[in-house]
């Protein structure tokens, strides 16, 4: 019968239940900061356990090569004094390493230790892979009767004695005293289940049950990421939803931002669409309508910026950047779409370097009308335009080249279309998406839902190749750059459009529209 853990007169074992992992080293790592790939290591605490005794005690300084920080220092009681002489990761890595390796790496909030191991290792040249065991998941899921399963937590449920607290080999043996009165209160049996289940798992984050991705499908659409209070965290697409969600928790250590959004991660939610076009779609109209906190800021710009181009009196091509109406982006010697002055300068610069065009004649250096070779000239990435060495001819037909592929596209259409989404692998499975002129405008249920839109289906022509005559689309619905994109990359592409089963059907506007 299982003992309450309550009961002070729980017999003490002298080594760990035999549900816990044959060989295993629990670890605690002090640092600098919290985000893995710019923060450092400043001790090590491990303990190594083989069938359940304790075989060794190691610690280490580690000499961080940055400087420590004051609020670290107050946490922690180590000072830069104590570090002085320490040895540097890459110094003790071969050492560190064959204490781990062949054993289970054990920590409290595992992903955090793991994410610092990685890339410490990382940069020492020295590929570190494992399958963490997280006690803080093992607490959760042996005392699923507590709310809170943090160290200090722990520490003053189960009366642990520790003399310094956040520090690394201290720590780690909070963790081995958790495990031993754990082995007094659980079978062998429940204990290895328990181990069992989590390291099965994938590293999900601590606060995410693994029921909750496996609820996940493998098909398109949009996720959600929710914190433990319901506040949204992140929006995304994918194609595959499931193994896009734990593509985020097998990378995180790299990125601080994603590490920081896996800690509060709680809950996971999902939308399915019959195609990649829909998850896009839906995604970037998600973000600008929801703005969850670690998404990248979208939104419908009110202002848009173009490359304009014009001719010298020279006779070479000269680019600007000019603003332009968001719900009028011209297509005639205009080139690009960018958010920001910024945005567009910061690719002119980009084409400069791919294409030798000439800073000068770009507006990026000095006065063009001078015959002064430009800076770029000098370091032979212009090939003399600004100072009359390249002809116009030449120069002008590499300006046209690098801006071929900024030409802003011409709605295909005489009118409006109506995009059919089919699922390849279930075609009843199908929604309509109703666009105008690189305007999105709704989404429909029932192809017969366009009516109430003002529309109809047209005879069927095919896309023509010249701009479109005819009224002036719903003042309602504004430009969006990312749904351009999207649109471009979809629809313009008949091949493309026809391998992720979209069709397309032109519409005209209802008749009765016009009988006011």
Excluded at 40 to 47: F, K, T
Aim: hydrophobic share 35%; charged share 25%.
């Amino acid at each position: 019968m299982q003992l309450n853990w309550l009961d002070e007169q729980t017999p003490k074992p002298k080594r760990l239940s035999s549900g816990f992992p044959e060989k295993m080293v629990l670890l605690d790592l002090e640092t600098t900061g919290g985000k893995a790939i710019y923060h450092r290591v400043i001790e090590i605490g491990l303990l190594v356990i083989e069938n359940g005794e304790l075989i060794e005690k190691w610690q280490s300084f580690v000499d961080p090569e940055i400087s420590l920080p004051p609020f670290i220092q107050r946490l922690t009681g180590i000072s830069p004094g104590m570090l002085q002489g320490a040895p540097r990761f890459a110094d003790i890595a071969q050492e560190l390493l064959s204490k781990l390796e062949g054993r289970t790496l054990v920590a409290h909030n595992a992903r955090f230790d793991y994410s610092f191991l990685k890339n410490e290792f990382e940069r020492a040249g020295i590929s570190y892979n494992a399958k963490p065991l997280c006690s803080v998941k093992l607490s959760r899921n042996l005392y699923p009767q507590f709310n809170r399963h943090g160290l200090s937590h722990i520490i003053t449920r189960f009366g642990l004695s520790i003399e310094n607290r956040h520090r690394a080999l201290d720590d780690a043996e909070m963790i081995y005293g958790f495990f031993k009165k754990s082995s007094a209160l659980f079978s062998d049996e429940e204990i290895e289940a328990t181990c069992t289940a989590i390291l099965k798992r994938p590293a999900l984050p601590i606060k995410l049950d693994a029921k909750e991705v496996e609820k996940l499908p493998a098909s398109p659409g949009v996720y959600y990421f929710y914190d433990d209070k319901g506040l949204l965290l992140y929006v995304g697409k994918s194609v595959h939803i499931r193994n896009r969600v734990m593509s985020h928790f097998s990378s995180d250590h790299k990125n601080p931002k994603d590490l920081q959004m896996s800690s509060k991660i709680a809950h996971v939610d999902f939308v399915q669409t019959p195609s990649d076009f829909g998850a896009q779609i839906h995604e970037s109209n998600q973000i600008k309508a929801l703005a969850p906190i670690y998404n990248r800021r979208l939104r419908k710009s009110k202002k848009l910026y173009q490359f304009r181009t014009h001719t010298d009196s020279e006779g070479y091509l000269q680019l600007g950047i000019e603003s332009i109406d968001v719900n009028n982006p011209a297509a005639d010697e205009h080139f690009g779409l960018f958010r920001s002055p910024r945005q567009a300068s910061k690719k002119m610069e980009k084409l400069a370097d791919q294409y030798f065009l000439c800073h000068k004649l770009l507006g990026l250096e000095g006065d063009s009308r001078n015959n002064k070779p430009c800076f770029r000239a000098q370091l032979n990435k212009c090939f003399g335009a600004c100072c009359g060495k390249e002809s116009s001819d030449i120069y002008n037909q590499r300006m046209q080249t690098a801006l071929k592929d900024y030409q802003i596209k011409i709605w295909p259409y005489g009118d409006a279309i109506l995009i059919e989404e089919r699922d390849a692998q279930n075609p009843d499975a199908r929604c309509f998406h109703l666009v105008d002129r690189w305007r999105y405008l709704a989404k429909l249920k029932l192809i017969d839902d366009l009516y109430d839109h003002g529309f109809q289906l047209s005879a069927g022509q095919p896309p023509s190749q010249s701009p479109p005559q005819q009224s002036e689309p719903d003042t309602e619905s504004r430009f969006d750059l990312d749904v351009y994109f999207i649109l471009v990359r979809f629809i313009v592409d008949r091949d493309r459009a026809a391998m992720n089963n979209l069709h397309i059907h032109p519409l005209m506007r209802r008749p009765d529209e016009y009988c006011d």
